[in-house]
């Protein structure tokens, strides 16, 4: 992905769709929709190099890509080495096949054939949301501060996202790493429930007996509450002090 995402005025995408004409066709629909396209892969091996080559701003891509790799598995590779926004387009679909493709963090999941304003509507969001939790994240790294100072014993590494109790790691889950992130990316404020959702879950209507579980589990794995309610607001972490 560019390093200059934030000011750029138009966006690259690449297609990774098996089937030649329908990929053509996207390509089509993109720029009508005035985005402009990086490339079209056609395979999981052409996609993976166009990324290592070009680091596109985002992917559209279909999950069976009828080759040994599914698009998932595109995806995920995208994902965990360049961190591109991933939307899935694709006619098949369950839930088993959801809760797999979850695991490369989509923006953003449609079903084959999508309505343009859809897939307008789909890519602005997922570039906007984007931006705006990368934005944050690069401007913590800027200020150099490593760690969010919780309680005495209790710190947060915002680089690695590793949370330390008695300078030893505390095993958590990716949504329990991911509300430490988001929370201490903007510590000393009250971060919304939809804010809090939208990162952990990437879905935009929230449902606040699920982020509340997650609050649960975290108090009681750590036998402290390190975070603070605000009522119809959201939650805000409690610190200390920021060290370097």
């Known amino acids: 992905m560019s390093n200059n995402l934030f000011s750029k005025k138009h ?3 690449l297609i990774v769709e098996d089937e030649p004409i329908l990929a053509m066709a996207m390509e089509v629909k993109l720029k009508k929709l005035g985005f402009s396209v990086s490339g079209i892969a056609t395979s999981p091996d052409n996609a993976i190099l166009h990324t290592n080559n070009n680091h596109p701003d985002l992917a559209i891509i279909d999950i069976n890509l009828n080759a040994s790799k599914t698009g998932i598995e595109v995806a995920c590779y995208m994902w965990k ?5 991933i939307i899935f387009l694709t006619s098949y679909y369950n839930d088993k096949i959801l809760n797999q493709a979850m695991e490369a963090e989509p923006y953003a999941y449609l ?3 999508c309505k343009n304003e859809e897939l307008k509507v789909a890519i602005n969001t997922a570039l906007h949301k984007h931006q705006f939790f990368f934005k944050n994240k690069n401007l913590i790294n800027s200020q150099n501060n490593k760690y969010i100072q919780i309680e005495q014993n209790i710190k947060f590494d915002l680089i690695n996202t590793e949370l330390y109790v008695d300078e030893k ?3 958590l889950t990716k949504t329990e790493k991911k509300l430490f992130e988001i929370l201490t990316s ?6 919304s429930f939809d804010t809090i959702f939208n990162f952990i879950w990437r879905e935009d209507v929230y449902d606040l007996s699920k982020l509340r579980s ?5 108090k009681t794995k750590l036998n402290f509450n390190p975070f603070e309610s605000f009522y119809e607001e959201g939650y805000r972490i409690k610190t200390l002090e920021k060290t370097n």
């Open 81 to 85: 080495n360049f961190n591109i926004p």
């Open 11 to 13: 966006f690259d995408i």
């Open 214 to 218: 997650l609050i649960y589990r975290v």
């Open 186 to 191: 903007q510590a000393g404020k009250i971060v």
């Open 169 to 171: 790691i505390v095993k």
């Open 111 to 113: 079903i084959k054939p």
